[in-house]
C-alpha cells in the first residue's frame, strides 16, 4: 500500500515512526501487540523514535483516522491490526497467547445479524460488535496430548 498518500488523505503526517507502524501492521496481517511493535521498531532501525508513549500516540491518531483498530486480549494487553485486515472476531490462545484472526462467512454474518435482530427487539442499539474466543491452538491442543 502507498502509505505516504493514504496517510495525506487522511490529514495524517507521514512520520518515519508511522510509516513503520504501518508496515509492520502489514505484514503481520493481524493482531500486533504495543510491545512487539516496539521490539520490532528498535529491532529494524535505530531512526526511529520508539518510546512508548510516541509509539502509543501513533496508534491513537491511527485508530483515530480508521485505519487500525485496537483489541485486548484476555492478559489485557492491546493488540493492533490494520482495518483492512480486521475479522469477525480473534482466538487467542490460552497456552501460548497466539491470537489468530477468525474469518467470517455467510453463516456467521446470518447469525450476527438474528443476534442484532433479537436485540433490537429488547430496544438494545448495537454500534460494534466482536467475537473473542480462547482456547487451545492446534500447536498447544497437540503438544498436550
Known sequence: MEWQTILHEKNLRATRTTLAILEILQQARGPVSQTVLTEQL???SSDHSTDR????????????????????SSGQSRCYVLKAFASAGQFECQRCKKVSLLHTDTRM???IRRLHQQLAAQGIKVSENG???RGLCQTCN????
Do not use: K, P
Request: include cysteine.
Open 142 to 145: 497437540t503438544a498436550q496430548d
Open 53 to 72: 508513549v510516541t509509539i502509543y500516540r501513533t496508534l491513537e491518531r491511527l485508530q483515530n483516522a480508521d485505519m487500525v483498530l485496537c483489541t485486548t
Open 109 to 111: 454474518d446470518s447469525a
Open 42 to 44: 528498535r529491532a529494524s
Open 131 to 133: 467475537l473473542s474466543l
